[in-house]
């Protein structure tokens, strides 16, 4: 068996495999897979060939579904998707293709705002595409390698739509402690303030305004990536627009885009030194970990290196995903072969797989679901029946529909556990479909199938949390 390592982050999803470990071409010729979706007439565009035409259709590009990642219904309805789930599960199908001749067998990094809810649903999507998992390891403690005995140690993340603050303790064992979740600042808020800042610019100077057309537009979000990496080393960088025959070319200066940036470098800043005050370590050393996404932010290192007492490690692109696979063989007794586990904590200053603390998922596709998941709402399974439907009785085992119960029975199906099987009940004259097969009477149902209530659209999903008490 060949392990491969997913660093979930929907700046850029990495992976990394291989004997030697090393990061693998996920996308293409690319390392890096955004979350960004385009639904078109055929197809529906994920990763880079969606981010690569999303500001030509700014109306249509989706880029929240991975930040948050359930079944709720779109919004703007599509051919392809009916949900966040299903796109994420689109996605992850692209890139498991393009990585699979690697590796037969994936362990997931997760971010720190990851719970029981999104877990289960990447487990429904893993067994509906195939993809053997293995586990999860919480990002922060996959990322972080070398041990910092005498220092606080933190470590810092963006995404597209959050910043990420991680204490984590170190022992005989590296733990996660606490964190901060900044939601609502991202890469993709800071990108759109930096290019209105860059299009002033040209305005000024060259009177040529790249916001004005759509694909010129898109041409500066493809460039910045690369003007913020110059930047990393440098003052200033020659940005240049290309616009049917003409070029017009300005001098981006670093400090044009930490203006921009003050206010949400502060409050990093702050919340740093804030989480060290609440654990009572202001005056102990301070390690801050930073990811390649971070150090990619013009001035952030610089205002973060103002702190008192704190030394900036920058770890290397896909560190998550690298060290995932890496630590697996110190996790790997503590993994049941028939289940998959939530590694919140890891080896650190000893070795041993005792000094772990695996959460176990009974999920896999060898076992069965332990919830019922209906608008972000898992109901627990048991062998007593729960009843769903527009009215069910009694209504303390009941999931009622809430909105559309059109073609919705009273008491429209029931499920329950029975020894090592879940049970679908039909009692519905509109029928119940499963996977969009009507069923007959009763069926079995397996982790990750999606029921759909008659005609009403409603759909209720099969999942497994953590805990089996878990709501």
């Not at 390690?287 to 610089?302: M, S």
């Not at 959460?359 to 109901?379: I, Q």
């Not at 029931?414 to 879940?422: A, F, G, Y």
Request: aromatic share 6%; net charge negative; with cysteine.
């Amino acid at each position: 068996m060949n392990l491969l390592g997913l660093e979930l982050s929907d700046a850029g999803i990495l992976a990394a495999g291989s004997n030697p470990s090393k990061l693998l071409n996920i996308d293409g010729d690319r390392r890096e897979s955004p979350g960004f979706a385009i639904p078109e007439k055929n197809i529906l565009l994920v990763g880079n060939a969606a981010s690569e035409k999303s500001r030509l259709v700014p109306l249509q590009f989706i880029n929240t579904f991975w930040d948050q990642l359930n079944t709720a219904s779109l919004e703007k309805k599509n051919r392809h998707a009916q949900n966040r789930a299903e796109i994420a599960c689109a996605h992850l199908s692209y890139i498991w293709n393009n990585i699979q001749m690697h590796g037969d067998e994936l362990i997931f990094a997760v971010p720190d705002h990851y719970g029981r809810e999104q877990m289960g649903l990447i487990l429904g999507m893993a067994q509906e595409l195939s993809i053997p998992v293995k586990g999860f390891v919480s990002l922060p403690i996959a990322a972080s390698r070398d041990p910092h005995p005498d220092a606080l140690l933190m470590y810092l993340d963006i995404h597209l739509h959050r910043f990420e603050l991680v204490l984590l303790s170190q022992g005989e064992q590296l733990t996660r402690e606490n964190s901060l979740s900044l939601q609502d600042i991202g890469l993709e808020q800071l990108y759109r303030s930096w290019v209105d800042s860059i299009a002033e610019e040209f305005v000024r100077t060259t009177r040529f305004d790249p916001l004005h057309q759509a694909a010129s537009e898109q041409e500066m979000y493809d460039r910045l990536p690369g003007a913020l990496d110059i930047l990393k080393g440098q003052s200033s960088s020659i940005f240049e627009i290309t616009q049917g025959k003409n070029s017009y070319r300005i001098t981006l200066l670093k400090d044009l885009l930490k203006q921009k940036t003050g206010e949400v470098y502060d409050d990093i800043c702050r919340n740093i030194e804030k989480m060290r005050d609440e654990h009572g370590q202001k005056d102990v050393p301070t390690v801050l970990q930073i990811t390649h996404r971070i150090a990619c932010l013009p001035g952030l290192r610089d205002k973060l290196s103002e702190i008192d007492n704190c030394e900036i490690v920058e770890l290397e692109p896909g560190a998550g995903a690298q060290g995932a696979v890496s630590i697996w063989n110190q996790l790997a007794d503590l993994h049941a072969p028939d289940r998959t586990s939530f590694f919140t904590s890891r080896p650190w200053q000893q070795t041993g797989p005792d000094m772990a603390r695996a959460v176990p998922f009974e999920a896999s596709g060898k076992t069965v679901p332990s919830h019922v998941l209906y608008r972000d709402v898992a109901y627990g399974l048991s062998e007593q029946p729960v009843y769903v439907g527009s009215d069910p009785s009694p209504p303390e085992r009941g999931i009622p529909v809430q909105e559309q119960t059109g073609g919705v029975s009273k008491n429209h199906c029931s499920i329950h556990r029975d020894t090592d099987k879940v049970i679908l009940t039909d009692y519905s004259s509109e029928g119940t479909f499963v996977d969009d097969q009507r069923i007959d009477g009763t069926t079995i149902l397996k982790i990750g199938q999606t029921v759909r209530l008659g005609t009403s659209g409603e759909t209720i999903r099969l999942i497994t949390c953590v805990e089996p008490d878990e709501t």
